[in-house]
């Protein structure tokens, strides 16, 4: 179980965070948004970033997409602002909008994103996006990435197919450590097989 945090949560106590359980289950990862568009830096990244390690917890670093911007540009931005470590999840590309764009032009640049970050840091990234938005713009492609979708209050999410990793399952969650509502994520898997997946351990079938 995970949660994902942005500057919207302000001033995060990590170590309530790692300490907090529910029925015996504790907080797993966080992902931590650190970039948006071309210019945009999460003014709390850098501290959830840190503290979220320190305080033991599984940790992924994602970027909100503009369609708007050179993909290029957003990319740079990203790498120039994480600085990843071992045992830290792939980048994470979050996909809400297409603006202006057919979406066949914004699969093209969501590429661009995808294949510039992947040859910076070796890793596929982990591609975010929600069900109804998947299914309009992104399904069919991209199948040899990750996915997290976002489907709220569903006993499973609707992936039309897709074989995500991780589920946003709810906008409401509370944590010990943060104030109001955060977001609550599932891994789809043991977490020995999360672990596997942080460190990059391809599953043999």
Same mark, same amino acid.
């Given at each position: ?12 106590? #990590? ?25 945009? =830096? ?6 959830? #970033? ?18 708007? =911007?050179?993909?290029? =540009? ?35 640049? =969501? ?52 074989? #995500? ?41």
């Amino acid at each position: 179980h995970g949660i994902d945090v942005s500057r919207w949560q302000e001033r995060i106590d #990590w170590q309530r965070v790692a300490k907090m359980r529910d029925n015996g289950i504790r907080l797993q990862f966080a992902f931590i948004k650190a970039t948006e568009g071309e210019k945009l =830096v999460d003014p709390y990244f850098s501290r959830n #970033w840190q503290l979220s390690r320190e305080n033991g917890l599984l940790r992924g670093a994602y970027h909100y997409f503009s369609p708007s =911007v050179s993909a290029s =540009v957003q990319a740079r931005l990203f790498l120039q602002t994480v600085d990843f470590s071992q045992g830290d999840f792939p980048a994470v590309l979050d996909v809400e909008e297409r603006g202006k764009l057919s979406a066949k032009e914004l699969r093209k640049r =969501v590429s661009q994103w995808l294949k510039m970050v992947e040859k910076r840091t070796g890793r596929k990234p982990i591609i975010y996006s929600g069900a109804v938005f998947y299914h309009t713009n992104l399904a069919g492609y991209f199948n040899e990435y990750p996915w997290w979708v976002a489907h709220y209050y569903q006993r499973r999410p609707d992936n039309d197919g897709m074989a #995500w990793r991780f589920w946003q399952h709810s906008d409401r969650g509370q944590v010990d450590g943060i104030n109001g509502p955060v977001d609550f994520n599932v891994f789809n898997g043991t977490v020995e097989e999360l672990q596997a997946f942080v460190d990059g351990i391809k599953e043999t079938p």
